[in-house]
């Protein structure tokens, strides 16, 4: 891939190891009925597009589960700890990879995030790794509610690529899901789909993209 100038990362289960069915029973827990098609990997509530997107506040999303769930008298840290249980950490070795790359390539980061996970996931770099954010390891990182956009639409990718003059060509883009690396190809981005059988150390070394 001597062509590839560029590489985007995605972060749940790229980066950072994400599991939804641990979510899953966080929210069967809180009382939510048919929690699979509530949220699960390839599709959800139409509430948590709009929290990724910045339409509507942390608390206005609380307020959603309570009236989802039926549930009332859920407290704000009930919510939160259920919600965060879909974050499970970064293997150290994906760090290494991150900062290898930046130093061969232009590095981006976009993730469809909100509010709560960005909170938590600031917080757990800062005690696990003692660094405040995700910004040292990448030229620009484009989190979704603050862009107020989320992939998979395209205007997300075009944003992107008319914002940090990104040629599709020469960019590589890593995912896990199939709906957002397809807008990408669509796009003429290089597109990878990250499996959990595969991982990103593994990948960037057997593809050439990292040789130390």
Do not use: C
């Not at 062509?3 to 972060?11: A, G, L, R």
């Not at 620009?140 to 107020?148: A, C, D």
């Not at 690529?161 to 883009?173: F, G, M, V």
């Not at 981005?189 to 959990?196: A, E, I, P, R, S």
């Amino acid at each position: 891939m001597n062509f590839i100038k560029n590489i985007i990362f995605d972060y749940g289960n790229v980066i950072f190891n994400i599991d939804f069915n641990k979510t899953q029973h966080s929210f069967t827990e809180l009382g939510i009925k048919n929690v699979e098609r509530f949220f699960a990997h390839a599709g959800h509530d139409p509430i948590f597009n709009e929290f990724e997107k910045g339409n509507i506040s942390s608390a206005e999303f609380r307020d959603g589960v309570r009236r989802i769930s039926g549930e009332p008298g859920l407290t704000d840290d009930q919510i939160d700890n259920a919600w965060n249980t879909l974050l499970i950490g970064v293997p150290p070795v994906n760090h290494e990879i991150l900062l290898k790359a930046k130093k061969q390539y232009r590095t981006f980061l976009l993730s469809n995030i909100n509010e709560i996970h960005m909170d938590y996931i600031n917080d757990y770099l800062n005690r696990e790794y003692h660094i405040e954010s995700n910004d040292v390891f990448f030229e620009k990182v484009y989190y979704s509610h603050l862009i107020r956009m989320r992939k998979p639409d395209r205007e997300i990718f075009e944003f992107v690529a008319r914002d940090s003059n990104l040629i599709p060509e020469e960019t590589l883009y890593i995912d896990d899901s199939p709906q957002h690396l397809k807008t990408a190809q669509e796009m003429g981005f290089n597109t990878y789909l990250m499996t959990k059988d595969d991982s990103l150390e593994k990948y960037m070394y057997r593809e050439g993209l990292l040789t130390s």
